[in-house]
Nanobody, 123 residues
């Protein structure tokens, strides 16, 4: 069974950078698609971006396309999410999730989830 562990959240000033890590154990990133979601208080969980086993990338964060960058290090079984310009509206709990092979944007399509990493954007 897959295990996913996020890290890298915390308090960040507006305009500051963010780099979240998702370490995946129990399976290889060559086989699994890993997505990042986020959930702000009182809102539904939304997909941000996803990287497939073969390396194709899909960006779902449609308000500001490509503001968040997903990447991975297969040798470390780690997927990253980063941005250089956080906004207060980015305050949320960020989750990584995994499923077989291909990316989907709905959370119901993912069976494996991390515990979440809280990001607070505030001065």
């Amino acid at each position: 069974q897959l295990r996913l562990v996020e890290s890298g959240g915390g308090l960040v000033q507006p305009g500051g950078p963010l780099r979240l890590s998702c370490v995946v154990s129990g399976g290889s990133l060559d086989v699994y698609a890993v997505a990042w979601f986020r959930q702000a208080a009182g809102k539904e969980r939304e997909a941000i971006s996803c990287i497939e086993g073969k390396g194709d990338i899909y960006n779902f964060e449609m308000r500001v396309p490509d503001r968040f960058i997903i990447s991975r290090d297969v040798s470390k079984n780690t997927v990253y999410l980063q941005t250089d310009n956080l906004e207060p509206e980015d305050t949320a709990v960020y989750y990584c999730a995994a499923r077989n092979h291909v990316c989907y944007h709905r959370q119901i399509d993912y069976a494996n989830w991390g515990q979440g990493s809280r990001v607070t954007v505030s001065s």
